[in-house]
């Protein structure tokens, strides 16, 4: 461990209560994986099996969570029963294939069902608190903690990729591709949801923004040490993995890795107040897909580029001067009036102040920016530009609009198909190998 005060501090004074002891000291695993499971089918159990084989040997912790407001008491019960039927290897710890052991933890039996505010990041943070234990007593060897979901099918590489990553990365986000099922609309409406979270992507990417990565709970490790240092996961019901990222993110840069994607399933879902399922529900039920206003207005990010580029200035100059500095790049007043406004109202000059003081040279001062202007308040940006006259904007109305965010390639920007190929490429990800171009 490279910060065993941080996870001595954390075991302590944070981890979640009454959870159990190392499973198996001695080091009998190299990885860890947490997957929490709400209302699942027990093929879960023989989809990990499959997929985790030949990767080493592997801790799945499996954390079963219900919200108190599902009315349905048995909701998991198949799950669980299907868990018993695996061969034992210790209390809640069964063997589920060659090298891959799985310890169940019954959340919803031992605690009684979640707060609904609380939710999935309570469940991800009991499960990840598992594993951070298990590692501190030396049950797991690896300096990995993965998280994923139940619907997830993971690549036969999946674990080896964090072996080559850089030694200062906090965290690795994994490639992911939403695979199609049985419904054709829903299919559609998840193509449609998964561009809109590239599309942002590629806009903190044309702004030269640091926090241009994915979020996504099913598609993300963490270094045990940075997990221990920003006390964990927080216990939300969404965008647990947002913050969390946002967090160890100021530890030490997120790794974007490339290669085969983890395949997601395309289905509806109401298990969170907001993010994938409930977005998609939301698209499948809004009329003709390439008229929805699903995407910031381009214009957000052109500001937020110029913006981000006037930062090192202010380390000698005064902040009243970023309307000027804005609009000499090449803004409209009015976009450069627009920005300082909403920049100020942030608190802006209180945090120039701030940088200069604890930022004695430009690097400095500029990592002392970006721990303030951070994903969270980045997106908080975006957002006031949004209510200030910058709406989003349908699939069918971005190609008449500059800057241009998606990469350069021969497709129509409003072929989805062709736009989620053309994104894999720029990034270097590849379908997950059952998925073809055919399937959706």
């Known amino acids: 461990m490279r910060n065993d005060i941080a996870l001595s501090r954390y075991l302590q004074r944070h981890i979640e209560p009454d959870l159990p002891d190392c499973l198996s000291p001695g080091g009998r695993w190299h990885n860890s994986l947490v997957v929490p499971a709400y209302g699942e089918s027990p093929e879960l159990l023989q989809q990990l099996a499959v997929t985790l084989a030949n990767t080493g040997a592997t801790l799945v912790i499996l954390v079963l969570n219900r919200p108190d407001t599902e009315p349905d008491e048995a909701v998991n019960q198949s799950l669980r029963d299907a868990v018993a039927t695996l061969p034992g290897v210790a209390p809640a710890l069964y063997r589920l294939g060659p090298d891959i052991d799985l310890f169940c933890y019954d959340l919803e ?57 850089d030694p200062a990365a906090t965290a690795a986000v994994f490639p992911f591709e939403h695979t199609p099922g049985v419904d054709p609309n829903c299919n559609k409406a998840t193509a449609l949801y998964e561009l809109r979270l590239h599309y942002y992507v590629l806009g903190l990417e044309y702004a030269a923004s640091p926090s241009a990565w994915h979020a996504l709970g099913s598609c993300l490790a963490v270094r045990a040490d940075a997990y221990a240092q920003v006390r964990g996961f927080p216990r939300r019901a969404g965008a647990e993995d947002f913050y969390l990222l946002n967090k160890v993110s100021k530890l030490g840069p997120v790794a974007r890795l490339r290669g085969e994607a983890i395949g997601l399933r395309s289905r509806p879902s109401r298990r969170v107040p907001f993010g994938t399922g409930p977005a998609v529900k939301d698209i499948a039920a809004s009329g003709p897909l390439e008229k929805q206003p699903r995407f910031y207005h381009p214009v957000c990010f052109d500001v937020l580029r110029e913006v981000l ?93 500059t800057p241009v965010l998606w990469p350069a390639g021969d497709v129509d920007p409003r072929d989805i198909p062709a736009l989620r190929e053309l994104l894999r490429r720029h990034w270097g990800w590849h379908s997950p190998v059952s998925v073809s171009p055919a399937d959706w």
């Not at 309570?122 to 994923?148: E, F, H, N, P, V």
């Not at 080896?160 to 990553?165: D, F, N, Q």
């Not at 009243?320 to 000499?328: C, I």
Request: net charge positive; aromatic share 6%; hydrophobic share 45%.
């Open 109 to 165: 039996r031992l605690a009684g069902p979640t707060p609904a505010k609380q939710g999935v990041g309570l469940a991800r943070k009991t499960g990840c608190d598992i594993a951070l234990r298990c590692k501190a007593q030396g049950a797991i060897l690896g300096d990995w903690i993965c998280c994923t979901d139940a619907d997830a099918l993971l690549p036969r590489d999946y674990f080896a990729r964090l072996e080559s990553i």
């Open 309 to 401: 580029r006037s930062i090192p200035a202010l380390q000698a100059a005064d902040a009243e001067n970023l309307p000027h500095m804005l609009a000499a790049a090449g803004l409209s007043e009015s976009l450069a009036q627009l920005a300082s406004k909403i920049l100020h109202q942030m608190g802006l000059e209180g945090v120039i102040a701030h940088c200069r003081t604890h930022g004695k040279t430009q690097a400095q001062f500029l990592r002392q920016f970006h721990q303030w202007f951070d994903a969270f308040r980045t997106l908080k940006f975006i957002h006031a530009m949004r209510a200030a006259g910058w709406p989003d904007q349908s699939l069918q109305a971005l190609p008449a609009m």
